[in-house]
């Protein structure tokens, strides 16, 4: 199994520009998130999924938007970028029963907004 | 508002030398508290998961602890591989997740 995998691992982006950041899992897991890493600030919540085609906000959902139309994929759309979205952006799924609480975290992408 | 705090922020421990870390939250329904372990560039591994005042749990040389209002994350002789940044984290009965900023430990030969 790869687990989680987030494309690209790097991107720069001009303020305005748009783009889409690509989780996949292939654990079968139902729920899935996507957070930002910035520094000294701890791990935030944008947006989460209890299964395909369920979404909810998390704490820091402006600017963002998701969709999730299979299991495996949740891809994350920024729309018109800023650059307070600078970030290191986070995928991580967890599935049911015993794994609920286990949360498997991609690799992250670097997302320098200029 | 759900908040996870986390001190130090940093530490720096001799390889050999046990140390807590600490972890203390406010939150609306535990729903679970999580460690996990970050290495510089990588995504959080998954250590460690409460759920109610009173439980440990171990790993190797890692030993977490819960009470109603804080967690620790015990380390019991240190080795220089256990330098990495320690997370913690809640989760509410909204089925939110609160992260802390974590602690930077670093083992010394």
């Known amino acids: 199994n790869a687990g989680v995998t987030q494309t690209p691992k790097f991107r720069i982006l001009k303020i305005g520009q748009s783009m889409t950041l690509q989780c996949t899992q292939d654990?079968?897991?139902?729920?899935m998130y996507w957070y930002r890493q910035d520094p000294g600030m701890g791990l935030k919540l944008i947006y989460y999924s209890v299964g395909a085609g369920i979404t909810d906000k998390g704490e820091v959902p402006n600017g963002y938007n998701v969709s999730r139309s299979t299991t495996e994929d949740f891809p994350l759309r920024l729309e018109l970028a800023a650059p307070s979205q600078t970030s290191v952006y986070f995928c991580?799924?967890?599935?049911?029963?015993?794994?609920?609480?286990?949360?498997?975290f991609g690799p992250g992408t670097r997302l320098t907004v200029l | 508002e759900d908040q996870v705090t986390q001190s130090p922020e940093a530490l720096r421990l001799q390889e050999g030398e046990s140390s807590s870390l600490n972890c203390s939250y406010t939150v609306s329904g535990l729903r679970g508290l999580f460690w996990y372990r970050q290495d510089p560039g990588k995504g959080p591994e998954f250590l460690f998961t409460?759920?109610?005042a009173g439980e440990e749990k171990e790993k190797e040389r890692l030993k977490a602890t819960l009470t109603k209002k804080e967690s620790f994350l015990h380390i019991t002789a240190p080795k220089p591989e256990d330098s990495a940044t320690y997370l913690c984290?809640?989760?509410?009965?909204?089925?939110?997740?609160?992260f802390g900023t974590g602690t930077s430990l670093t083992v010394i030969p």
């Open positions: 984290a809640v989760r509410d009965t909204g089925n939110q997740f609160y």
């Open positions: 654990m079968n897991h139902n729920y």
């Open positions: 409460l759920y109610s």
């Open positions: 991580a799924s967890n599935g049911r029963g015993s794994s609920y609480n286990e949360q498997f």
